[in-house]
């Protein structure tokens, strides 16, 4: 069984950074992208962030700029570099891999992490 686990989730003052890491346990023998979701409190979920299995990246509008998206393949893990944050970025983060085999015949499988808490205040 696949694991994500979310770290470095806290609170910070406006204009400050934070940098959170995702790391994927278990047996993994492939895994296409990864990314960053958020959901802030009373709303729908939103994509935050790409990173594809050769490095390409992708943003939404709303972090263009402000948020950087990097993977450590040998390692498994997916870190989000924020910076210049707002308030409006308190959420709770979440990391998701797409298309993860445990073995090469393995039928692939999408996995969701916990979440981390982030929370900027004014």
């Known amino acids: 069984q696949v694991q994500l686990v979310e770290s470095g989730g806290g609170l910070v003052q406006a204009g400050g950074s934070l940098r959170l890491s995702c790391a994927a346990s278990?047996?993994?023998?492939?895994?296409?992208?990864m990314a960053w979701y958020r959901q802030a409190p009373g709303k729908q979920r939103e994509w935050v962030a790409t990173?594809?299995?050769?490095?390409?990246?992708n943003y939404a509008d709303s972090v263009k700029g402000r948020f950087s998206i990097s993977r450590e393949n040998a390692k498994n893990t997916v870190y989000l570099q924020m910076n210049s944050l707002k308030p409006e970025d308190t959420a709770v983060y979440y990391c998701?891999?797409?298309?993860?085999?445990?073995?090469?015949?393995?039928?692939?499988?999408?996995?969701w992490g916990k979440g981390t808490l982030v929370t900027v205040s004014s």
């Open positions: 278990g047996s993994i023998f492939s895994m296409a992208g």
């Open positions: 998701y891999a797409d298309h993860v085999r445990e073995t090469f015949f393995a039928r692939p499988v999408d996995y």
């Open positions: 990173i594809t299995s050769g490095g390409a990246t």
